[in-house]
C-alpha cells in the first residue's frame, strides 16, 4: 500500500469518527432536553381544569307530538347557563381550544352545539361563560320512551339535564406548550318548578366531571 493510499485512509477514518461524535453530541442534547422537560412535567404535576355550572335559565320548554303512527315527542327549548372554570394549577398555564357546549337529557343531545370562545388561563385564572343553546329549528326529535319521560319529570316539576363541554386543550409550561388533547366536562343541571308550577328554576351550583 502507497503512502498516498495510507493517508487517504487515515482521512477517512478521521472523517467518520468526527461524525459519529458530532451524532453522538446531538442524540446526548436531545436527550438531557428530553429529560429536563419530563423532570418539569414530574414535578408540576399538571391537574385537570375545574368546570362548574354556575347557573341555568330554561326559557322555555315546550313538547309536541310528531306523526301519530310514529308516536315520536318534538321538544323545543333554549337555555341561558353560566359555565366557570377554573386553572388549579401553580406553574402550568391552560389553553383552551375550539370549545362548544351542548344539552343533554338522558344521554341524549337535545341542543345544537353553542360555540365558546378560546381562553388561555394563567396559574389559578378563571373565566366565565355565558352562552345560549337551543334546540334545531324543527326541535328535537325524542323517542318515544324518553318522550313519555320527559313528560313525567315535567309533571312531576323536577328535571335534571346535563351540561356538557367538549374541546381541545394544551398546558403551557414556561415557553414549552403541549400538542392538544381532548377535553370533556359533564356538568348536572337540578332544576324544579317554581311555587306555581310554570319555569324551571335551577336549584344549586354543581361541579362537573372533567376527562381529558
Not at 503512502?3 to 461524535?21: L, P, Q
Not at 315520536?72 to 383552551?96: A, E
Not at 345560549?132 to 320512551?145: E, F, H
Not at 323536577?158 to 386543550?169: A, F, Q, S, T, Y
Request: glycine share 8%; with cysteine; net charge positive.
Amino acid at each position: 500500500m502507497s503512502a498516498k493510499d495510507c493517508g487517504n485512509h487515515g482521512y477517512y477514518w478521521g472523517e467518520r469518527k468526527f461524525y459519529r461524535r458530532l451524532c453522538g453530541c446531538i442524540i446526548f442534547l436531545l436527550f438531557i432536553v428530553g429529560l429536563a422537560v419530563l423532570l418539569v412535567w414530574l414535578i408540576l404535576r399538571p391537574t385537570k381544569p375545574t368546570f362548574s355550572l354556575q347557573s341555568i335559565s330554561v326559557l322555555n320548554l315546550t313538547l309536541s307530538k310528531s306523526d301519530q303512527s310514529y308516536n315520536f315527542t318534538v321538544l323545543f327549548t333554549t337555555l341561558q347557563l353560566s359555565i366557570f372554570s377554573r386553572n388549579p394549577n401553580s406553574h402550568i398555564g391552560i389553553y383552551y381550544d375550539r370549545l362548544h357546549t351542548v344539552g343533554s337529557y338522558r344521554n341524549q343531545q337535545i341542543t345544537s352545539p353553542t360555540t365558546l370562545p378560546a381562553a388561555y388561563l394563567t396559574s389559578g385564572d378563571s373565566v366565565i361563560w355565558a352562552p345560549y343553546v337551543s334546540t334545531p329549528s324543527s326541535g328535537a326529535i325524542l323517542a318515544p320512551s324518553l318522550g313519555d319521560a320527559l313528560v313525567q319529570d315535567q309533571a312531576a316539576g323536577v328535571l335534571l339535564l346535563h351540561v356538557e363541554v367538549m374541546g381541545r386543550l394544551r398546558w403551557k409550561v414556561g415557553t414549552w406548550v403541549s400538542g392538544g388533547y381532548h377535553l370533556h366536562a359533564s356538568c348536572p343541571a337540578y332544576l324544579s318548578a317554581d311555587s306555581n308550577g310554570g319555569s324551571f328554576r335551577f336549584r344549586q351550583i354543581t361541579g362537573c366531571t372533567v376527562d381529558i
